[in-house]
């Protein structure tokens, strides 16, 4: 059995947030404009960290080390972008309503 960091990110794109946008690896945007927003997606710095694994050793493993449930500590880093900065300050909100 392998662990895919892309299957990790393809399931985590196919979750359902009630108004928000999810991407995987293959589809993150290189930018994102206002209208796309809110988004989240992987992070283009550093999206996997870690990565230690080790055979389970509790009393309800059984078998050799190659058998048996095995530990993986892994961490996926995600960007989430809810709006453009200041976009809710009197200034630019004028700024965008006079357009």
Known sequence: ???SSSDVATGIAA????????KDLHTM???VNARETPIL????????????????????????AS?????VDRTYTYVYLHAVVGSERGLYLSLIQDQ
């Open 1 to 3: 059995m392998t662990l």
């Open 29 to 31: 945007p290189e930018q």
């Open 15 to 22: 979750l359902s947030i009630s108004g928000i946008t999810i």
């Open 41 to 64: 997606f992987p992070s283009p710095d550093g999206f996997i960290s870690g990565g230690t694994s080790e055979p389970n050793t509790g009393p309800v493993t059984f078998g050799t």
């Open 67 to 71: 058998t048996r449930y095995w530990i």
